[in-house]
Nanobody, 115 residues
Framework: QVQLVESGGGLVQPGGSLRLSCAAS????????MGWYRQAPGKERKWVAG???????NYADSAKGRFTISRDNAKNAVYLQMNSLKPEDTAVYSC?????????WGQGTQVTVSS
């Protein structure tokens, strides 16, 4: 059983930054990959960014140039640095771990971008 705990969400003004963290209960190197997703009110959950076991990263078009996903193997953690935030980035952000036995999700952290 893999447990993922997100933190770092909050209220930020447009143009501001936030850094989300996702702490995993096991070694992140045992996962095929990890990712960040978000779900805005009344909308489907959407993929935001991902990082493979080898460290390759990918981003949704909405995140390119503004968000950066990274990983700290020693801390078993994945991060999402979000810059130049926009009101449309408001959502619950969740991290996921793709393992050999399935995909696990954290409980999510709320990000609200508003003036």
């Amino acid at each position: 059983q893999v447990q993922l705990v997100e933190s770092g969400g909050g209220l930020v003004q447009p143009g501001g930054s936030l850094r989300l963290s996702c702490a995993a209960s096991g070694s992140v190197l045992n996962f095929n990959g990890m990712g960040w997703y978000r779900q805005a009110p009344g909308k489907e959950r959407k993929w935001v960014a991902g990082i493979t076991r080898g460290g390759s990263t990918n981003y949704a078009d909405s995140a390119k140039g503004r968000f950066t996903i990274s990983r700290d193997n020693a801390k078993n953690a994945v991060y999402l640095q979000m810059n130049s935030l926009k009101p449309e980035d408001t959502a619950v952000y969740s991290c996921s771990a793709d393992t050999f036995v399935g995909i696990y999700w954290g409980q999510g952290t709320q990000v609200t971008v508003s003036s």
